[in-house]
């Protein structure tokens, strides 16, 4: 089965430092991962995802990801953190199984500090 | 207009009581999921749909019941709410069902059991 882990539960940041979020998976097969960003109050949105081809995948509102196979990791960052940034973001990889239902990791709360 | 909508946004009930939560969604895709976030948990599967004909239990389907009626609309019920089932519930659809496919969720239903 496939699962993923995501390191540090709320991560704090200075408005303008380097984004990193940690995710690891685990899959028996290549997997296809995902990034979702949860805004207060609001539903999941697609920040990126990776499926074959290229390793480096870039997102919207500026944020990129970076498949690694030997590390079984695929790291979310931003150069450079704005407000508007502050959020709960979920790495997930497809379940292959459950109608290709999302495995999703706990989560990691992103704070942003003036 | 919203491509996924849930209904209602927040509800408390009392234990014991029979409650639904509905979803309806303009996107055109044969797949639906429910989700389950706990706050620290991240989102944990309940229930998927390939078709209206076709309903499958996810990961914690236990005390849930869901219905189909139309490929727009997935409705989950639970028929006997307890405290433990206090949660956000958020519906999902894809479209043709590969482990890439992007799911597209809803806004969301705090849900409140006393």
């Known amino acids: 089965a496939q699962s993923v882990t995501q390191l540090g539960s709320h991560v704090s940041v200075s408005e303008g430092a380097l984004v990193l979020l940690r995710c690891n998976y685990s899959?028996?097969?290549?997997?296809?991962l995902f990034w979702y960003v949860q805004y207060p109050n609001q539903g999941l949105q697609l920040l990126l995802k990776?499926?074959?081809?290229?390793?480096l995948v870039k997102g919207i509102n500026g944020f990129e990801a970076e498949f690694k196979k030997s590390e079984t990791s695929f790291h979310l960052t931003k150069p450079s953190a704005h407000m508007s940034d502050a959020a709960e973001y979920f790495c997930a990889v497809s379940g292959g199984s459950s109608g290709y239902a999302l495995n999703f990791g706990k989560g990691t709360s992103l704070l942003v500090t003036p | 207009d919203a491509d996924v909508t849930q209904t209602p946004r927040n509800r408390i009930t009392k234990t014991g009581k029979r409650i639904m939560l509905e979803c309806s969604q303009t996107k055109g895709h044969d797949r639906m999921y429910w989700y389950r976030q706990d706050p620290g948990l991240g989102l944990r599967l309940i229930y998927y749909?390939?078709?209206?004909?076709?309903?499958n239990k996810g990961e914690i389907s236990d005390g849930y019941s869901v219905s189909r009626q139309a490929q727009a609309k997935f409705s989950l019920s639970l028929e006997s709410a307890i405290p433990n089932q206090t949660a956000l519930y958020f519906c999902a659809t894809s479209s043709v069902g590969f482990s890439t496919d992007t799911q597209y969720f809803g806004p969301g239903t705090r849900l409140t059991v006393l």
């Open positions: 990776y499926t074959t081809g290229a390793t």
């Open positions: 899959s028996s097969v290549p997997p296809y």
């Open positions: 749909s390939f078709d209206v004909k076709d309903i």
